[in-house]
């Protein structure tokens, strides 16, 4: 499985990362730009998560779910066969949703395993990451009289993108974790900033936990592993929300509580209604007469 997953992911990954390195000769900024291009091929399944997230919502404030809500408060089996029903008849399926982020998902762990791959350090890492290269790469670099590539110069702003970054803290001597705290507070950002606010409490629980932990996870991940990665995790975060704010989707108010809110849209009353194809009622005899 992992051939088939190195060979469809992660080694073509690898050869763009290391084409843009030859032509850049800055591995720390090959790494942004490589974190962008792969962020903007994917705006597409986001565009589309987003959407599906606005129906979710849309339907959850409807008459018919709050009176489906209502009919059957203590029948959860009769609920979720209801809740299927009220789906199929607006035309929405709950995995649209879900499927663009699971195609992300195998992306955004490729493009990870694609920088520490590229990083590699000691002989024993150096042979795969070789054979990995496509020959044409090869013999294109090798006509360029590109001969830096391999093994990677990882210093970027006095950074070792091999090693995990700490920095001294003033004359104090002691040292911080200035990229995992840089991680962390953006990861949170970020997710304040693009959480969909959801009608049902265990999603609306899910969400808070997420935006809670996911920071402390990646911060501790950057702590200890390469600080590549935490170049990788800042870009990532920071384009995340320009293509959020690009889309009208951002919610400032997460984050700063005190800004002004923007009027809320009323849900519609019915949405099946609403749905449903606009019927042109038939001419009555005095219309007849009135046109002829």
């Not at 590699?120 to 070789?130: I, Y």
């Amino acid at each position: 499985m992992s051939i088939y997953w190195n060979a469809l992911i992660v080694d073509p990954m690898t050869n763009i990362l290391l084409s843009i390195y030859a032509v850049l000769g800055n591995f720390g900024i090959a790494i942004i730009l490589f974190t962008i291009l792969i962020r903007v091929a994917t705006s597409p399944l986001m565009a589309k998560q987003i959407k599906s997230s606005q129906k979710m919502q849309e339907i959850n404030k409807s008459k018919e779910w709050l009176e489906i809500q209502t009919k059957y408060k203590g029948d959860r089996e009769k609920l979720s066969a209801e809740q299927m029903k009220l789906y199929q008849s607006l035309g929405y399926n709950p995995m649209g949703g879900c499927l663009p982020t699971l195609i992300q998902f195998p992306v955004i762990i490729g493009l990870y395993q694609s920088i520490t791959h590229a990083m590699a350090a000691s002989p024993m890492q150096l042979l795969p990451l070789t054979n990995s290269i496509y020959p044409f790469l090869s013999e294109t670099f090798a006509r360029m009289h590109i001969t830096f590539l391999i093994p990677i110069d990882q210093y970027f702003l006095g950074m070792n993108l091999g090693q995990p970054y700490w920095t001294p803290l003033l004359n104090t001597g002691i040292e911080i974790p200035i990229l995992a705290i840089i991680v962390g507070l953006t990861t949170y950002v970020q997710s304040k900033l693009t959480v969909m606010p959801s009608a049902d409490p265990q999603s609306s629980q899910m969400n808070s936990m997420m935006t809670l932990y996911m920071p402390i996870f990646l911060g501790y991940i950057t702590m200890n592993y390469a600080s590549g990665l935490a170049i990788y995790f800042i870009t990532t975060n920071l384009v995340g929300i320009g293509q959020y704010a690009m889309l009208g989707k951002v919610n400032w108010r997460n984050v700063v509580p005190f800004l002004p809110s923007k009027p809320e849209i009323e849900a519609p009353k019915s949405i099946v209604a609403k749905s449903k194809p606009r019927t042109t009622k038939p001419k009555t005899e005095t219309s007849k007469k009135t046109a002829k």
